[in-house]
């Protein structure tokens, strides 16, 4: 085991202030989600049309990025629709599911209920992580 020279922990890592500003954006957009929701989708509106345009509109965002960055062939080369199936198929029905709830709620619940609501699924995500895996996620570990 020789000595192997770590990089500086600032050269690699964003800055407070940046990492400042995209905390509080975060923080706006989770706020303003439920109230532009609910201005901007009436209630004569299909939920899951809906959902499925806004994941067609994220392939698409990911096609762009694909081709910007000179990797869409070389991904769609390794690409099978059994594995992909096999690997996502179980997490994006979930996935699906969850968003359809979500919009259906940004519909019917007041705004702050449905933030509060919404960010309890990082303790119930912990709480079954923990119960189903086993896994503890202690502070410490990060």
């Known amino acids: 085991?020789?000595?192997?020279?770590?990089?500086?922990?600032?050269?690699?890592?964003?800055?407070?202030?940046?990492?400042?500003?995209?905390?509080?954006?975060?923080?706006?957009?989770?706020?303003?989600?439920?109230?532009?929701?609910?201005?901007?989708?009436?209630?004569g509106v299909i939920v899951t049309s809906l959902v499925l345009a806004i994941e067609f509109l994220k392939v698409i965002c990911a096609v762009i990025l694909l081709v910007a960055e000179g990797s869409l062939k070389a991904q769609f080369s390794n690409w099978s629709l059994v594995g992909s199936l096999t690997a996502s198929g179980l997490p994006a029905a979930i996935y699906a599911l969850q968003n359809s709830l979500l919009q259906i709620s940004y519909k019917n619940l007041d705004s702050l209920t449905f933030s509060i609501l919404n960010q309890t699924k990082l303790l119930f995500t912990a709480f079954f992580t923990y119960l189903i895996l086993g896994k503890n996620n202690h502070p410490n570990k990060f």
């Open 1 to 43: 085991m020789g000595s192997a020279s770590k990089p500086s922990p600032t050269a690699a890592a964003p800055s407070r202030r940046k990492v400042a500003l995209c905390l509080t954006l975060l923080t706006l957009q989770y706020g303003a989600q439920p109230l532009i929701s609910k201005r901007c989708v009436g209630q």
